[in-house]
C-alpha cells in the first residue's frame, strides 16, 4: 500500500508539486491564525460570581448572599467542584470549576441563567451593586504601572483617570480579555455620623440611608401642558429637575426628617460629608512613587504577540493626552518570554532541517538526490501546522 501511494505520486510529477503548494499554503495561512500564549491551557474552565454587601460581615454575608448563590448553582451540567468565600469586607465569591472539555463561553453562560433566577433572593443592596460574572483567566499578559513623576497627583485622581481614559481604550483592542486596576479607588461621597448628635434627634442610621436615596435620584418628572389639556392651552413645557447631586455641599443640605418645631433636620445637622475614595483597602506605589497598576488579560484564542502589540501602540497614542506629570511604564511583559521561545524554536527547527539536508547528502553524494527530500522536509514542517490549528493548540 505504501508503494503504491508513492508510485502513484512519483509518476505524477505535477500533481505532487499541486499538493506540495496547498499544503504549504495552508499551513502558513495557519501559523498567522494560531493563538500565541507563553504556556497552554491545562487548567479546567472557571467562572467567578462575585458580589459585595456593603456594611456585612462575613457571617452575615455567608447566610444572605454565599448560601443563596451555592444552592443554585449546585448541579450545573460539567462542574467539578464549586468552592466560596465569604470575607469581612462584604464580599461573597464563587468559584465553579468545569470539566476540561466545557466551553468556557457556554459555562459562563450556565452561570448566569442560574444567577438570575435568584437575585430577586438577595439583599437590596447587593442587587444594587449587582452580581459579577467572569471567566477566570489564566494569567495577565502584562502590567502597566501608571504613576505622577514628581507626586503632582494622588492616586484617587490617578485610579479615576485611568478608569476614564485608559482602560476603555485598552479593552477595545481585539483580543483583550480584560483589564484590573491595581490600588483601584473609585471617587465616592463619604459620610461620616456623629452618634451623639443622632441620638439626640432621635435619628439611626438607617434613616439617613433612606433619605440619601430617596433624594438622590434621576427622575422625570414630566411636563405641563401636554395633551389632552385646555382648549386655550397655548404652551406645553417640559420640566427640568435637579437630578443626581454631585458636591459635598448638596449632599450636606439631604433633609433627613422634618422636627416638631418645623425646622428641617439635614445631613449636615447630623455628620459631615466628604468626597474620597470608595474603599481604601489597597494601596500601590510604583518606583517608589504613588500610582496604580494595570494588568492585562488576553482571551483564551488571541495571540498574545498581537495583542501586546496592539495595546503598546494605544499606550502610545494616548500618552500625549496624559496631564503633565503623569506617564505609564510597562512594569512586567510576558510576551519577551514569548518571543524569545519563538526566536529559539526557529533556530532549532533551521539547524534540525540543515542536519538532516546533511545527513542526506553524506548517504546518497549527489545533490540532485538530495534536493527532492529536501525540499519535502518545509512541506511537511509547514502542513503540521494545519493539524495544529485543527486541534486547538497553540
Request: proline share 4%; charged share 20%; glycine share 8%.
Amino acid at each position: 500500500m505504501l508503494l503504491s501511494i508513492s508510485d502513484f505520486f512519483i509518476r505524477r510529477p505535477v500533481f505532487a508539486t499541486v499538493c506540495s503548494v496547498i499544503i504549504t499554503l495552508l499551513g502558513t495561512a495557519c501559523i498567522f491564525l494560531l493563538p500565541v500564549a507563553q504556556y497552554p491551557e491545562i487548567t479546567p474552565p472557571k467562572v467567578t460570581v462575585t458580589a459585595n454587601y456593603v456594611g456585612a460581615n462575613a457571617e452575615v454575608v455567608e447566610s444572605t448572599v454565599t448560601n443563596i448563590l451555592e444552592r443554585e448553582l449546585n448541579g450545573i451540567e460539567g462542574v467539578r467542584y464549586i468552592t466560596s468565600t465569604s470575607a469581612n469586607n462584604g464580599t461573597s465569591s464563587v468559584n465553579l470549576i468545569f470539566d476540561l472539555d466545557k466551553n468556557k463561553d457556554l459555562a459562563a453562560v450556565d452561570v448566569q441563567n442560574r444567577v438570575s433566577t435568584v437575585t430577586a433572593q438577595l439583599p437590596s443592596p447587593v442587587q444594587q451593586t449587582g452580581v459579577t460574572i467572569s471567566k477566570e483567566s489564566s494569567g495577565f499578559l502584562f502590567a502597566v504601572g501608571v504613576f505622577s513623576e514628581k507626586g503632582e497627583y494622588d492616586d484617587l485622581y490617578l485610579s479615576n483617570y485611568a478608569d476614564l481614559y485608559i482602560v476603555d481604550e485598552i479593552k477595545k483592542v481585539k483580543g483583550v480579555g480584560n483589564v484590573v486596576i491595581f490600588g483601584e479607588r473609585k471617587y465616592a461621597m463619604r459620610v461620616w455620623l456623629d452618634p451623639n448628635r443622632l441620638s439626640a434627634r432621635g435619628l439611626t442610621s438607617q434613616d439617613v440611608v433612606s433619605a440619601i436615596q430617596q433624594q438622590n435620584l434621576q427622575v422625570g418628572v414630566g411636563q405641563i401642558g401636554q395633551q389632552p389639556n385646555l382648549p386655550d392651552q397655548q404652551y406645553q413645557l417640559s420640566i427640568s429637575a435637579t437630578g443626581r447631586l454631585k458636591s459635598t455641599e448638596e449632599f450636606s443640605e439631604i433633609v433627613i426628617r422634618t422636627a416638631s418645631d418645623g425646622s428641617l433636620i439635614k445631613l449636615r445637622d447630623v455628620g459631615r460629608v466628604e468626597l474620597g475614595a470608595e474603599n481604601y483597602g489597597s494601596a500601590l506605589r510604583f518606583n517608589g512613587t504613588r500610582g496604580i497598576g494595570l494588568g492585562i488579560s488576553q482571551l483564551p484564542d488571541a495571540n498574545a504577540l498581537d495583542v501586546a502589540k496592539a495595546v503598546k501602540h494605544v499606550l502610545e497614542e494616548l500618552k500625549p493626552t496624559f496631564p503633565p506629570g503623569l506617564n505609564y511604564e510597562i512594569a512586567f511583559d510576558t510576551t519577551s518570554f514569548i518571543e524569545a521561545g519563538t526566536e529559539e524554536v526557529i533556530i532549532s527547527l533551521a539547524i534540525a532541517i540543515g542536519l538532516v539536508i546533511v545527513i542526506i547528502y553524506l548517504f546518497l553524494q549527489n545533490w540532485r538526490a538530495t534536493l527532492i527530500p529536501a525540499i519535502a522536509i518545509p512541506v511537511s514542517l509547514v502542513g503540521t501546522f494545519i493539524f495544529i490549528k485543527l486541534l486547538n493548540f497553540n
